[in-house]
């Protein structure tokens, strides 16, 4: 059995399902790349740089250099927090009184309980030492990684899946057939478990750049086959 | 489903460094071979490039504030041999003129009307009013815009300091000012056809300066003052012309108060004079019509008071860029409608 023998409506829906899907993945490129950048418009592919800050350095100089970039008056400040939090994030010193003044006036404006700013996000507040230090472990917490982790799995899991089952009746050598979807879920798996284990293995972000290209990649490249298969008439 | 996508393409070249910021706006002045008249209907404005700026951002949400949260800018600019002229147009669907006045009550008495927020701001007796900052030598504003002189109050606290205001304007180093052209419609534009040029350094102490690091450029004369009387229960002035100019008093047609009003009856709660010296700088003409204010602004390209070199933005090299925010204020004290970043001023 092939997709091609389903019926004209079948087709129609899987059709428009695939347009979803690439239209999907690519809009999440263009976001993770605003975010990574800290730019607001343009397909920005994420660099090695911008993927070694997001999981390896401490959340607030990773938001500092990617997404709350156009935040930071001067690169130099980002300096100064980072090495604060690499000397131990004290209560105390010059670095504290530098590191501090920066957060206070780069961040707190909006990152407060009390502020009523447009882009306030008093969820998230930097009004005192202790909130700010909840963002000073290195990568992603074991928390955050837990919530993102089976966030992300469950729901790629499932449109991979259907996505998948779809290219896995195409018409295509079952070689191919095998690659692609070899490549979509390992890609993920990948992706995913270098989240976790870049922040202690720093060269691991190298695998989330190929593994999620690879997983990007395989999603179009399999959504583009699958429409181009689906309509064409049996053999 | 966005972790998924770390990156577009397996075999894409390994990219690093940081990303530099430009201006978020682009604004070419023209030059132009005869000055600019007053006149928004000037044709040599059609010279010019338009460059538009959502104003999109609000400092703090003023309790029962009925004003906009957002707006649209439209700014033009030429230059001749000696001045810079802007042109402004937002949008403001009301016009908002009566600040503060004086009603007479039922029983005889007089009241100076007010209705303040939470911060003990106004926001329906008050004035529409448009501000620029000019970077004159701010580290980081030229990626931050007006941001970086902007410092909200976190649980009634400034800087270590006791504040009931929301936020307090004013740089981050010593030696570092802004250029500040504060029009404000009743106490400088519809009244003399000014904006108040004024500037912003480091200052947090309130004792220094009551707006900390916000002050007047210096003037010779002119200025607004409250109409109020030694006891602060009526007037203390009138104007000899009051059909004229209904919402303000000018330092001219200022006529003591005698009291043969009507309850429900208004005088305006100001008395203005034409301001000069560095703070007089700016000229401006105004017009609010159809949901919009149009705004000329012209000033000399180079300054040279005393202390010009640290209060007003200095155009001496036209070959470089200058850098700017704006807002606007819609019948407000201090909340403003503002835009991200700068906005970059060239001259071609």
Request: aromatic share 10%.
């Amino acid at each position: 059995m092939s997709i091609q023998q389903l019926n004209t409506q079948a087709k129609t829906a899987i059709s428009l399902f695939l347009l979803f899907v690439l239209t999907a993945t690519v809009s999440s490129v263009i976001l993770l790349g605003l975010e990574l950048s800290g730019k607001k418009d343009g397909l920005n592919i994420p660099t090695i740089t911008q993927i070694q800050n997001k999981y390896t350095m401490p959340a607030i100089v990773s938001a500092m250099k990617g997404s709350m970039y156009k935040e930071v008056t001067d690169d130099a400040d980002i300096d100064t927090v980072h090495n604060w939090i690499k000397e131990g994030s004290k209560k105390e010193g010059k670095l504290y009184d530098d590191a501090w003044k920066i957060i206070q006036t780069d961040c707190a404006n909006c990152h407060s309980k009390s502020s009523k700013m447009s882009k306030a996000i008093p969820s998230m507040p930097f009004d005192t030492y202790e909130q700010v230090m909840t963002h000073t472990e290195a990568g992603y917490s074991w928390s955050k990684m837990s919530k993102q982790a089976h966030i992300h799995m469950f729901g790629i899991s499932t449109f991979l899946l259907l996505v998948t089952l779809l290219f896995a009746y195409t018409t295509y050598k079952d070689s191919i057939k095998n690659a692609l979807i070899l490549a979509s879920f390992g890609g993920a798996f990948l992706d995913i478990f270098s989240w976790w284990f870049s922040k202690f293995v720093p060269s691991l972000v190298y695998l989330i750049f190929v593994m999620g290209g690879l997983m990007v990649s395989s999603i179009l490249l399999m959504s583009v086959l699958i429409l181009a298969n689906i309509w064409k008439k049996e053999a | 489903m966005k972790k998924m996508t770390l990156s577009l393409l397996v075999a894409s070249t390994v990219l690093l460094g940081t990303s530099a910021f430009a201006a978020d706006w682009k604004l070419e002045s023209t030059k132009v071979s005869t000055p600019v008249s007053m006149d928004a209907s000037d044709g040599a404005w059609a010279k010019a490039k338009e460059v538009v700026v959502p104003l999109n951002e609000t400092p703090y949400k003023p309790d029962g504030y009925k004003g906009i949260t957002k707006s649209t800018a439209v700014l033009k600019s030429l230059y001749d041999d000696k001045n810079i002229y802007i042109k402004v147009q937002y949008d403001d669907p009301t016009l908002s003129t009566n600040r503060e006045p004086w009603m007479k009550q039922a029983d005889g008495s007089w009241k100076k009307m007010k209705n303040v927020d939470q911060t003990n701001h106004e926001n329906t007796y008050y004035e529409d009013k448009m501000a620029f900052f000019w970077n004159i030598n701010t580290k980081g504003f030229e990626k931050k815009g007006c941001a970086i002189a902007c410092h909200m109050a976190k649980d009634g606290m400034n800087n270590g300091i006791s504040d009931t205001s929301p936020g307090r304007k004013y740089t981050n180093n010593a030696g570092e000012t802004i250029d500040m052209w504060h029009w404000k419609s009743v106490r400088t534009g519809l009244s003399t056809d000014m904006t108040d040029d004024q500037f912003v350094n480091n200052n947090t102490d309130p004792k220094v300066g009551k707006d900390w690091g916000r002050s007047g450029d210096e003037k010779l004369g002119g200025g607004d003052k409250a109409n109020m009387n030694a006891d602060k229960t009526a007037p203390e002035f009138m104007s000899k012309n009051a059909d004229k100019t209904k919402t303000w008093i000018l330092e001219e047609d200022k006529v003591p108060f005698v009291d043969t009003f009507k309850a429900g009856d208004m005088i305006p709660g100001i008395v203005v004079g034409k301001l000069s010296g560095s703070r007089g700088d700016i000229a401006t003409q105004a017009a609010w019509k159809d949901g919009k204010w149009t705004l000329i602004f012209k000033r000399a390209l180079v300054t040279t008071h005393p202390k010009s070199a640290e209060q007003d933005v200095q155009f001496s090299d036209l070959k470089k860029p200058y850098f700017f925010g704006i807002s606007a204020f819609d019948n407000s004290a201090i909340n403003h409608v503002f835009h991200e970043g700068s906005i970059e001023l060239t001259f071609k």
